[in-house]
């Protein structure tokens, strides 16, 4: 019996740019693994740049990815559509690779689906970001969102790294988390676009799926084995091209935690603040597997990146 497929699963849509970043994270896949198939799912007008550039034969796998499926949650909710490999690993493209990935496949393929997270999700997680967690804390509407779907738990997802083995198992969460999805109004979930953003996220309804299925997350932050760590100015070390990246990571889930305040000045201060208590202020520098340019406010060097990486192939 040959051995299953191990592959690595992009999609894009929308402005060229975005097929851009494909081609940089892949790149950067390239240094470390040069084996394992890479499949790429995206509009006809990214195909023509990629072709017009001589890169598409940098995918084993290059097909078209239907209108339907031009947004967050129409493409991480049909994940059992974009499955090309048996062992899949779907990734967001704004990612850098910083190392060689084999310790990663061998960790994940010991599960049948997962994806980055966290075991317990806060309050933030898909409900209001400001004070307004508050009153949902008092009236205790997480718990009641959980009671009222027959849930125990609710993991924290971060959806940038997704990773399906199993075909029916993929099918089925895929297709509660949409079903969660279209019942947003009975729950405590707040909807993205209500917020003003363009795009529906995706993962608390692959959260609710998986924790409605008994699916565990693959642990987030493992210090030296991370899978993934976010890129922050300031707690990370790297040269321009991300040959060579440290991230500075806290022991401390709370001080970590701290990492995303946007105003620098503050985050640094509270930092520094909350390190003075005992424990608080242990750290290590960690080559993660992936660098994740998730923030939207630390996203510039990448996007640099990302045009040096594609004005080469010109």
């Known amino acids: ?66 209108e339907p499926h031009h947004s967050i949650v129409g493409f991480k909710h049909s994940l059992d559509r974009f499955k090309p490999f048996d062992r899949s690993l779907f990734l967001d493209a704004d990612m850098v690779f910083c190392r060689n990935p084999d310790p990663l496949w061998a960790q994940l393929s010991s599960y049948p689906f997962t994806a980055t997270g966290l075991q317990r999700a806060d309050f933030f997680f898909g409900g209001p970001k400001g004070a307004g967690v508050l009153l949902d804390m008092l009236l205790m509407r997480r718990q009641r969102t959980l009671r009222r779907f027959g849930l125990t ?30 019942q947003v109004d009975a729950m405590h979930f707040r909807s993205r676009l209500d917020e003003g953003r363009s795009e529906e996220t995706c993962e608390w309804s692959l959260a609710m799926a998986m924790s409605k299925r008994n699916v565990p997350v693959f642990p987030w932050w493992q210090g030296i084995n991370s899978p993934q760590l976010d890129f922050i100015e300031g707690l990370t070390t790297y040269d321009p091209d991300f040959c060579t990246v440290r991230c500075r990571y806290y022991s401390s889930r709370f001080t970590y935690s701290l990492r995303g305040i946007p ?45 040096r990486v594609w004005a080469q192939h010109a």
């Open 1 to 66: 019996m040959s051995s299953p497929t191990e592959g690595y699963v992009y999609h894009s849509y929308g402005p060229e740019r975005y097929v851009h970043h494909v081609v940089a994270s892949v790149e950067t896949l390239r240094r470390y693994d040069t084996t394992r198939p890479v499949a790429l799912y995206c509009p006809p007008h990214h195909q023509a740049a990629l072709a017009a550039r001589g890169l598409s034969d940098a995918f084993a796998v290059l097909e078209d990815l239907p």
């Open 263 to 307: 105003l620098e000045g503050l985050r640094d201060t509270l930092i520094s603040l909350v390190t003075k208590l005992p424990g608080f202020g242990d750290y290590m520098y960690v080559t993660p597997f992936i660098l994740h340019f998730g923030w939207i406010h630390q996203k510039q060097p990448f996007y640099e990146f990302a045009e």
């Open 153 to 182: 738990h609710l993991p924290r997802v971060q959806a940038g790294m997704i990773y399906a083995q199993d075909d029916a198992l993929t099918e089925e969460v895929c297709a509660l988390a949409s079903s969660f999805l279209d």
